[in-house]
């Protein structure tokens, strides 16, 4: 499944959370249901179990007081329509990058 940009998304997403008590994590996880990861991909980006996402993503919509993820993607879309319809303006952010080490930093070896 094809995924969206989460540059696009983000402004979205952060407008339709204002308010809410969700947890950083609960927040991402917002964002990859939005983009359509699956349950196993989300996990392997979060670097969690799919348990722990199944649990979370049900933590989500008891707290949002959704039915599931249909409906929670449903209003941020609405919202997201209603935002663009009314001319506001959206900041993209701009893709993280790493930061590069510096030449002084010394390696770390990682043990096997």
Request: charged letters at 25%.
């Amino acid at each position: 499944m094809p995924h969206i940009e989460i540059e696009i998304l983000a402004p979205f997403a952060a407008k339709f959370l204002e308010g809410t008590n969700l947890t950083p994590a609960e927040r991402a996880e917002v964002l990859r249901l939005a983009q359509g990861f699956a349950c196993k991909d989300s996990a392997a980006a979060a670097n969690v179990s799919p348990e722990t996402i199944r649990a979370r993503r049900k933590r989500i919509y008891r707290k949002l007081d959704v039915p599931g993820s249909g409906e929670l993607i449903s209003q941020l879309l609405g919202l997201s329509l209603k935002m663009l319809a009314s001319g506001e303006k959206i900041e993209a952010r701009p893709p993280v990058t790493a930061p590069s080490p510096s030449p002084d930093a010394p390696a770390i070896a990682v043990a096997r």
